[in-house]
């Protein structure tokens, strides 16, 4: 499957690295389908609905996004008068551990068990701002339609390959439809409190997307140049010619990044937003030998994402400040 993870997927594949790199402070933005394969999810996690509790001013809301326990079930938090439940908190961190252990740490050995606290504590935080996010969006009159939550799975099962393979990721993990589509719907109202947090943030960043060629002689790549100029497609010189193994396979392509986060050489990126549409430029020397560049799409402004993102964290980070959070696990030393 190529579509994106869940957002909570995402966070949790995050966590896995700050376990993995020493917690060295990472972003995950993006991971594909298949990318947590390995993690086993309880189906017992994917029952029922219920809706945030609502501020004293806000409309009744229903959001189909979060999942409340049973009268009898134990709880692992309560944010703002939200059950957060202990067995929900338990597969996470389940999840969480199956990842580090899938990433080639032990998680018996002393050094992830030193840490299991810390451990613990990010999980349930990210439980927590899913609860946030969803006692936002009452307050801010967000709502998902139901329409929207099934546009959106739609999407993505088309995007993954279609519903035979999205069946087999579904069985793979061990999630169900309904867990999809729950988490489906969190993404959704995400994005829309987002949206009205974030709407008068008017910053850009310019984006261009570009394809690359790396040979080891600057006559290789002049050859390279006269089977482009003979009309061979750039991708399919790049699979036969580039000995960058990481963009070979791929013809060569850089993907979309923005200025000064090329994950090419600094004049790979240079040429590619000086380049026009389809335009090939080079060769230029950059480690390794000689590169040349086709700009597949030129350079554009568009909305700073990661700066709306961000904005919105601290948002959040504000109300998480004056929420009243009760904590009923172990999670170490808990900073309200």
Known sequence: MSKLLSSRGCRIAGLVLLALLSLVPLRLLALPYGALDWVEYDPSYHHGHSCPVASPT????????????????????????????????????????????????????????????????????????????????????IGVAEESIEAQVAAQVEGGGGLELFQAYLEQTGQSAEEFRRETCQELLRAQVQAAVTGTFTGTVEVVQ?????????????????????????????????????TREQGGDLGRFARGESPAAPQVEALAFAGRRGEVQGPVEVSGGYALVQTVAPAEEVPDVEGQAFLLQQWLEDRRQTAEIEVFVDVGDWNQ
């Open 58 to 141: 806000a409309p009744a809301l229903q959001i189909p996004c979060a999942e409340l326990p049973g009268p009898e079930d134990p709880l692992a938090a309560v944010v703002n008068g939200q059950e957060i439940g202990r067995a929900a908190f338990d597969r996470e961190m389940e999840q969480f551990l199956l990842a580090v252990q899938a990433g080639g740490a032990d998680v018996a050995s002393p050094e992830i068990q030193d840490r299991l606290p810390e451990f613990r504590r990010q999980v349930l935080e990210l439980l927590i701002e899913d609860v946030l996010v969803q006692q936002a969006a009452v307050e801010l009159g």
């Open 210 to 246: 570009a394809r690359q060629i790396v040979v080891p002689s600057q006559e290789q790549a002049v050859q390279a140049l006269a089977r482009l100029a003979s009309g061979e497609p750039f991708d399919e010189v790049a699979r036969a010619v580039s000995r960058d193994g990481a």
